[in-house]
């Protein structure tokens, strides 16, 4: 397995403003993805990070308030656009290999709340 | 469309009792079922897989896990719970026809108590 690290672990943001979120992985990957849980609560994934285009989007995510960054094998962003307190929640970050049955592993997460 | 059920949102064990945490999968195809763990406060943890093969598959911590094809279920069990298996548990689907996807379940949280 490989080792996801995630920053920031923890932000505090005012509304209106955006937050960028690092995920570097330890070894290539092929898929990247991006997830967004409420504490307690299952994963939502946002996208799929797309190394070298853009990414794929699940319903209810746009573009415009989740810009994600894959510019290779490793590194990933995902930024939160224009923030408003119900963007609070946990992000997580994590990588696949592309045999199917590769399972995925996740970094720590980043703890966003927006005031 | 594939999806895994985690019917309950709680288990409470005393500790030393085994454990089952349930799932149930719907997947057209050879399903990969995955389950993975939460501390607080922390990323998931993979524990264990099932791609083909042997019906009991063992995996980290102890934890073991049932496929059963003619029930459409990926049970997690230890036959001797820790205070410190008390988390999150997830289980998990591969989309067979499509790697890109995985779902996942509601989650069930396991508190094993003294």
């Known amino acids: 397995s490989a080792v996801i690290s995630q920053k920031p672990s923890r932000d505090i943001c005012q509304r209106g403003t955006s937050l960028t979120i690092q995920c570097q992985v330890d070894?290539?990957?092929?898929?990247m993805f991006w997830y967004r849980q409420q504490p307690g609560q299952s994963l939502t994934l946002i996208a799929t990070?797309?190394?070298?285009?853009?990414?794929?989007?699940e319903s209810g995510f746009v573009i415009d308030k989740f810009p994600i960054s894959r510019p290779n094998l490793t590194f990933s962003t995902l930024t939160v656009s224009n923030m408003s307190p119900e963007d609070s929640s946990i992000y997580l970050c994590s990588g696949c290999r592309d045999r199917e049955f590769d399972e995925q592993f996740f970094g720590p997460g980043t703890r966003l709340t927006v005031l | 469309a594939q999806s895994v059920a985690q019917p309950e949102d709680q288990v409470n064990v005393a500790e030393g009792n085994p454990l089952t945490v349930k799932c149930t999968y719907s997947?057209?195809?050879?399903?990969?079922l995955f389950w993975y763990v939460q501390y607080p406060n922390r990323g998931l943890q993979f524990l264990l897989k099932?791609?083909?093969?042997?019906?009991l598959v063992k995996g980290s911590y102890g934890f073991e896990a049932e496929f059963n094809k003619s029930q459409t279920s990926f049970h997690l069990k230890k036959p001797s719970a820790l205070v410190s298996d008390s988390a999150l548990y997830f289980c998990?689907?591969?989309?067979?026809?499509?790697?890109?996807?995985?779902?996942f379940g509601s989650g069930t949280k396991l508190n094993v108590k003294p």
């Open positions: 070894s290539q990957v092929t898929m």
């Open positions: 990070a797309n190394q070298g285009s853009e990414a794929t989007y």
């Open positions: 099932y791609i083909t093969g042997d019906n």
């Open positions: 997947v057209s195809g050879n399903p990969y």
């Open positions: 998990a689907v591969r989309d067979p026809y499509n790697f890109n996807k995985f779902y």
